[in-house]
Structures are given as C-alpha cells and as structure tokens.
C-alpha cells in the first residue's frame, strides 16, 4: 500500500524543455545559477546501485527523473567517500560536459564543496550532505524523523511484549531523531512500549547488523526498526518469526512476511522540480540548503497490506496531520536521564534537530 503525494508537475513540459535543450542565452535572462549549455545531469554513487538500500532507492528516483524528463541520467557506481576517488571521477564527467552533478553521501560533502569552488559554472547536489551550499552547491536531506515516527506506530500497534528493538547505524543527529521518533510513534499506539537501539557503527554492514538484530531478539524483542543501509534486520526479523519496519526503500522485498512498515526516500518527487529550476534558470539554493518533509519529497511511508484497517487509519491520520504541519518533537520531551529537552509545546529548531546528541526516555541503549 503505497502513499503518494501528488505533484503539481506539468511532465510534459518539463520533457520538452529537456529535449529541446536550453541555451545559455535563455538561462542568463533568469534569476538564479545559470547552466552553460545544454543540461547534463549525472549521478555518482558511493556504493554499488543495487545495495539494497540508500544507493538503490537515489538509483531508483534516478530511473523515475529520466522518464519524467525524457532524457537519460548516466551515472557511475562504487566511488568510495574519499576525496583522491571522488575528484578523478566528478572531474571525468566534467570534461564530457556534464554540468549537474548529482552525489551519494555524508563523506562527499567536503570535496563537493572544493570541487563546487573549481567549477562555479557546475551545479552540484548532494544528499546528506554537511557543508554550507554555494551558489551552485546544494546539501539535501528529509526529515526522516517523520516517516520513522509513522513505521513507530506500526511497531507500536504490532507489539506483543511491549519491546520493540532499532538497528542504527552512526549515533549522529540524523541517526539519533530517527531512534527518538520512532518510540516516539510507539508509544502514541502503546503509551507503555520501550524501546532497545543497538548502534553498529557503520552504514552499510550486514554482518554487524545481523548480529545486532539477533541480539535483540535474543532480548525478546519482537519488532526491529532499522536505521541501516541493508534490509538485513528485515531479514533476520523474518528468519525468528517476529516483524519488522525497514528504512531507505520498501524492504518487503527481501522479507514480505515480517516487513510491516518502511520509511522510503521518494527523491524525485525533490529532484525533479529541482532539475526543472535549473535548466530554467532560477535555483537558489538556501544556505542552509533543503530539509525536506514528506510534503516536500524527502522520505514517505509504504504500509504492508497485513495490517489491520484500525492501525492503517490511525498511522494516515497521523501522516495527514504531519503534512499539515504537526511535528512529530512536541513538548514535554525528556531524555534518558529526565532532563527536559523540550518544553511543553515547544518544538526544536532545525539546527537542534541536527546537533540531538541525546535519546529520549523509554529507549534503552548507549551513544557511545
């Protein structure tokens, strides 16, 4: 049961701009960063397409871009986050003219940024990026605390123990939020829930995360959440006969029977009006660059078609309301050791979201 939000995307202009090309001439009467030739856009991704997760849901956006736009994206796989990898094969692509490049990870971020320096007349974009955006440098990412809190509700609603675990990866800020929301989400179905969240230290390692997810198990723990790149918690959730929520795209895929809930990028609902303003000719990119909730592309929900009626209408109500403008971190908010971090209906800024160096009470487990 897919959710979609509707775009207000008129496709077929869109595809003829792009086939038609756009000349300097036109872009440099606009207001924004300005392409010099036709649009080239490439993507380069630091893993390969199919891992399953992170890299495969932008390659799948990618397949989806290229139909909306008629054009085709090219792009490169298995380009290591190190800066001797990255420049030899973003500057290849620039010297074949491509002039959008599209990037993969956290670690690009610093030499997207050198590389954004070099060539101000290339647009640079990158996911999960953390360096202040250029005039043709653009850092994006979504508030994956929403959806998280959404799959939360399901684990909330499916529990038996009231124990419900989380595989994550990096205790970062954007790690972090995911952890809280979803006990956060839990809890709003089961107010008495608790939550265990083993961090491996990596995005992309499936033997720690299946060792992670069978400790849980071993815990009795009977739903595993996941902030990690591989569908392995799904898979080992399957493997004990209990559920699961996955993370990056609709982990059904690899195990349909525990899989209830997973929290999906939905990229080119983001990218495609994107590519769209700079072919026009009128990108700016924020300074802080693009922090996207589920109504502005960043991640959404798909629900498994087992879930009872009752739980599917309480967690659409709920993505209804968030779409609205709720914010999943309302006050009073506590952490593990009681201190409140926020108020009674207050709600974090951005940059507090960013910098959460701290999980919230009912989660069980260590930052470091």
């Given at each position: 049961?897919?959710?979609?939000?509707?775009?207000?995307?008129?496709?077929?202009?869109?595809?003829?701009?792009?086939?038609?090309?756009?000349?300097?001439?036109?872009?440099?009467?606009?207001?924004?960063f300005?392409?010099?030739?036709?649009?080239?856009?490439?993507?380069?991704?630091?893993?390969?397409?199919?891992?399953?997760?992170?890299?495969?849901?932008?390659?799948?956006?990618?397949?989806?871009?290229?139909?909306?736009?008629?054009?085709?994206?090219?792009y490169?796989?298995?380009?290591?986050?190190?800066?001797?990898?990255?420049?030899?094969?973003?500057?290849?692509?620039?010297?074949?003219?491509?002039?959008?490049?599209?990037?993969?990870?956290?670690?690009?971020?610093?030499?997207?940024?050198?590389?954004?320096?070099?060539?101000?007349?290339?647009?640079?974009?990158?996911?999960?990026?953390?360096?202040?955006?250029?005039?043709?440098?653009?850092?994006?990412?979504?508030?994956?605390?929403?959806?998280?809190?959404?799959?939360?509700?399901?684990?909330?609603?499916?529990?038996?123990?009231?124990?419900?675990?989380?595989?994550?990866?990096?205790?970062?800020?954007?790690?972090?939020?995911?952890v809280?929301?979803?006990?956060?989400?839990?809890?709003?179905?089961?107010?008495?829930?608790?939550?265990?969240?083993?961090?491996?230290?990596?995005?992309?390692?499936?033997?720690k995360?299946?060792?992670?997810?069978?400790?849980?198990?071993?815990?009795?723990?009977?739903?595993?959440?996941?902030?990690?790149d591989?569908?392995?918690?799904?898979?080992?959730?399957?493997?004990?006969?209990?559920?699961?929520?996955?993370?990056?795209?609709?982990?059904?895929?690899?195990?349909?029977?525990?899989?209830?809930?997973?929290?999906?990028?939905?990229?080119?609902?983001?990218?495609?009006?994107?590519?769209?303003?700079?072919?026009?000719g009128?990108?700016?990119?924020?300074?802080?660059?693009?922090?996207?909730?589920?109504?502005?592309?960043?991640?959404?929900?798909?629900?498994?078609?087992?879930?009872?009626?009752?739980?599917?209408?309480?967690?659409?109500?709920?993505?209804?309301?968030?779409?609205?403008?709720?914010?999943?971190?309302?006050?009073?908010?506590?952490?593990?050791?009681?201190?409140?971090?926020?108020?009674?209906?207050?709600?974090?800024?951005?940059g507090?979201?960013?910098?959460?160096?701290?999980l919230?009470?009912?989660?069980?487990?260590?930052?470091?």
């Amino acid at each position: 049961m897919y959710y979609k939000i509707a775009r207000s995307l008129v496709v077929g202009l869109l595809a003829a701009t792009f086939l038609a090309g756009v000349s300097t001439s036109t872009v440099a009467k606009a207001d924004g960063f300005a392409l010099k030739g036709d649009p080239k856009p490439v993507f380069v991704y630091f893993n390969v397409k199919n891992d399953g997760g992170w890299v495969q849901a932008l390659d799948e956006a990618r397949l989806r871009m290229e139909k909306a736009l008629g054009l085709t994206i090219p792009y490169v796989e298995d380009i290591p986050e190190v800066a001797t990898e990255i420049r030899p094969a973003v500057k290849k692509f620039i010297k074949r003219g491509h002039n959008i490049i599209l990037g993969s990870a956290f670690g690009y971020s610093d030499t997207f940024l050198e590389l954004a320096n070099e060539h101000s007349d290339i647009a640079f974009l990158n996911p999960a990026g953390t360096t202040n955006n250029e005039k043709n440098l653009l850092s994006y990412y979504g508030r994956t605390y929403e959806s998280q809190y959404l799959c939360g509700m399901v684990a909330g609603a499916m529990t038996k123990s009231g124990k419900i675990g989380f595989v994550a990866a990096n205790p970062f800020g954007l790690v972090n939020w995911t952890v809280n929301a979803y006990l956060l989400g839990a809890r709003q179905m089961n107010p008495n829930a608790t939550l265990t969240v083993v961090y491996t230290g990596a995005w992309y390692d499936p033997v720690k995360e299946r060792a992670a997810a069978q400790a849980l198990v071993e815990q009795g723990i009977d739903v595993i959440g996941q902030h990690v790149d591989t569908p392995t918690p799904q898979i080992v959730a399957q493997e004990n006969g209990i559920y699961g929520t996955g993370h990056h795209r609709d982990m059904r895929e690899f195990a349909n029977k525990a899989t209830l809930c997973s929290s999906v990028w939905v990229w080119d609902r983001f990218l495609t009006p994107t590519l769209e303003q700079i072919v026009a000719g009128n990108w700016k990119p924020g300074a802080w660059g693009a922090f996207l909730s589920i109504k502005e592309g960043g991640t959404d929900v798909v629900l498994s078609d087992d879930l009872p009626q009752d739980v599917v209408d309480k967690v659409m109500a709920e993505r209804d309301a968030i779409m609205n403008g709720k914010h999943v971190y309302t006050g009073p908010i506590y952490d593990q050791a009681g201190k409140e971090r926020i108020a009674a209906g207050k709600t974090p800024s951005d940059g507090d979201l960013w910098g959460m160096d701290y999980l919230v009470q009912g989660v069980i487990g260590k930052l470091n």
